[in-house]
């Protein structure tokens, strides 16, 4: 959820209209119940923690600092933000990990949750006019993520702290993770996971967290070097973005044929010096252009976003997949020989053809025709193989389509 980039259609303030969240629009009303069930829970705890537990006087000074730095930094990384938006369609860059999860350290859960919503609300303001209703839930998760970590009785011990960290992330995570995959109906749970990248910048954010934490402690000058790092992350993290898109094709997200083929290139290398097998699928879906025809561009581009959600679920982290161009796509398979590649194209070809696209009046199906081509049978470089597998491809086209061919 936190990935998706929604406008709210009816301005900032907004927020306050709860009747008009698109959440009551949603066809899954367990979904409906799971977010509003977060965060119900987020402000039920808010209110029992200020209820129940007085606010030590010492949390005030770094509940006030912390409110600053999520303002402040707010405003400095608006120009990156921008950036980002000029160039990338992607994700929003959320670092907020590393004011929220000090938060969590340090403050009466009720300071802490106040923390958080604030620095939700202020980016939601400032930089960003998502979906009200997902913005309120992101918060929300958060939240209950820092209730959990405060659990964890606070001593000056590196294993508590650990644990903390650990509970924060794994929860947070988890929240959002399982709101994402019912949200996206017949997709698998994996399918909603972020990228390893991804998790490894959530987990620096924590890291910083746990310094700044310490930093208000001890040593609070060190805050304008943690600010200073954590730009320094922002603005990486966007140039990596930026790297990401100009290998991706445009209508998908996959590789396009370009980096497919320098990636492609160098793993056949490597696999030869190490005497192992690949394997390269070609595919083309069947009868495309009637599609486009007779449906419109605009469910052409569903198809495609289909497949290539289709394609992904079914190849491994080590395989490469790109869409080629038009209605092809290709992927290579390191260390697969023939015969298992063949199995693989098998199963890739009875899910595409499982698929259902919603169009005016119903909804269509989709098959795909697939070339294999397996090293060294068919070539020792990536230029023969893939003019087997497109010769291949020919032959299960020729054979009547929805088929997978191999060279005789």
């Not at 581009?301 to 092809?328: N, P």
């Amino acid at each position: 959820m936190e990935g998706e980039r929604t406008q709210s259609g009816w301005g900032p303030f907004g927020v306050f209209a709860v009747g008009r969240w698109r959440l009551w629009r949603l066809p899954d009303r367990f979904l409906v119940g799971y977010v509003l069930a977060v965060d119900l829970t987020a402000l039920t705890g808010a209110a029992v923690a200020f209820h129940a537990l007085p606010v030590p006087e010492r949390d005030w000074r770094p509940f006030w600092i912390l409110l600053a730095c999520c303002v402040v930094y707010v405003e400095v990384s608006r120009s990156i933000e921008r950036s980002r938006a000029e160039f990338l369609d992607g994700p929003h860059i959320d670092l907020n990990s590393v004011w929220m999860f000090a938060a969590a350290l340090l403050l009466h859960p009720g300071l802490a949750a106040v923390v958080i919503a604030v620095s939700y609300a202020y980016r939601w303001l400032r930089v960003r006019h998502r979906e009200v209703y997902r913005q309120t839930f992101s918060a929300a998760a958060s939240i209950v993520a820092a209730y959990l970590a405060n659990l964890v009785p606070f001593v000056p011990h590196e294993l508590a702290i650990f644990v903390a960290a650990l509970l924060y992330g794994l929860s947070n995570t988890a929240l959002i993770t399982f709101a994402v995959h019912r949200s996206r109906p017949g997709t698998r749970l994996r399918d909603a996971l972020f990228s390893p990248s991804e998790y490894a910048l959530e987990a620096s954010t924590i890291a910083l967290g746990v310094l700044l934490a310490w930093a208000l402690v001890d040593w609070p000058p060190m805050l304008v070097l943690i600010m200073g790092v954590t730009l320094v992350l922002h603005r990486s993290t966007l140039v990596q973005q930026l790297r990401e898109q100009a290998d991706a094709d445009g209508k998908t997200g996959l590789l396009n044929a370009v980096r497919w083929t320098e990636i492609a290139t160098s793993e056949l290398a490597r696999g030869r010096r190490r005497g192992m097998p690949a394997s390269v699928l070609m595919l083309d879906l069947d009868h495309f252009k009637a599609i486009n025809d007779r449906h419109g561009h605009l469910v052409g581009d569903k198809v495609l976003l289909a497949v290539a959600a289709a394609l992904r679920a079914e190849v491994r982290s080590a395989d490469v997949l790109a869409r080629f161009g038009g209605e092809e796509f290709v992927i290579l398979l390191p260390g697969t020989n023939r015969f298992d590649a063949v199995t693989i194209a098998e199963r890739i070809r009875h899910r595409v053809a499982a698929l259902t696209i919603p169009v005016a009046g119903g909804e269509i199906g989709i098959t795909i025709s697939i070339g294999v081509a397996a090293q060294p049978r068919d070539g020792q470089t990536l230029e023969p193989l893939l003019l087997a597998a497109d010769r291949a491809l020919y032959v299960a086209k020729e054979a009547g389509r929805d088929r997978v061919r191999t060279m005789p």
